[in-house]
C-alpha cells in the first residue's frame, strides 16, 4: 500500500547540480525518517543522506558540504539537492523511509525502485 516514487535523476556534469525528489504515499500513519541511499555498480549500497522527525541530518563523509537533503511533511516529500557533483556520485539512487502504516503496526522501512544518476566529466 506504501509507494515511493523517485524523480529527478539524469546526466548531470561535473560542478553542476540535480535536484532529487521522492514521494510517499498510501496507507501511512506516520513518517519517523526518510532519506537517500545510491549504488554504483560493482559497490555496494551505501546511506548518502538521512534526516530523521528531530531534523538532525545525516551525511556520507564523501557528500558532506555539497549535498543537502529536506523535507517537505505535508507532503511527505523528501529531496536531495546535489551541488558540486563529481564523477563518483554516479549510481542509482534509491529514497527510503521508515514509517508505520498503522498504530498497531510496527515502523519499516520502505524504498522507492531508484532513479539513476549519471555524472560525467
Known amino acids: 500500500q506504501v509507494q515511493l516514487v523517485e524523480s529527478g535523476g539524469g546526466l548531470g556534469q561535473a560542478g553542476g547540480s540535480l535536484r532529487l525528489s521522492c514521494a510517499a504515499s498510501?496507507?501511512?500513519?506516520?513518517?519517523?525518517?526518510m532519506g537517500w541511499y545510491r549504488q554504483a555498480p560493482g559497490k555496494q549500497r551505501e546511506m548518502v543522506a538521512s534526516?530523521?522527525?528531530?531534523?538532525?541530518?545525516d551525511y556520507a563523509d564523501s557528500v558532506k558540504g555539497r549535498f543537502t537533503i529536506s523535507r517537505d511533511n505535508a507532503k511527505n516529500t523528501v529531496y536531495l539537492q546535489m551541488n558540486s557533483l563529481k564523477p563518483e556520485d554516479t549510481g542509482r539512487y534509491y529514497c527510503?523511509?521508515?514509517?508505520?502504516?498503522?498504530?498497531?503496526?510496527?515502523?519499516?522501512?520502505?524504498w522507492g525502485q531508484g532513479t539513476q544518476v549519471t555524472v560525467s566529466s
Open positions: 527510503y523511509a521508515r514509517l508505520r502504516t498503522s498504530f498497531v503496526r510496527p515502523m519499516m522501512n520502505y
Open positions: 534526516i530523521p522527525n528531530d531534523g538532525v541530518t
Open positions: 498510501g496507507t501511512i500513519f506516520s513518517i519517523n525518517a
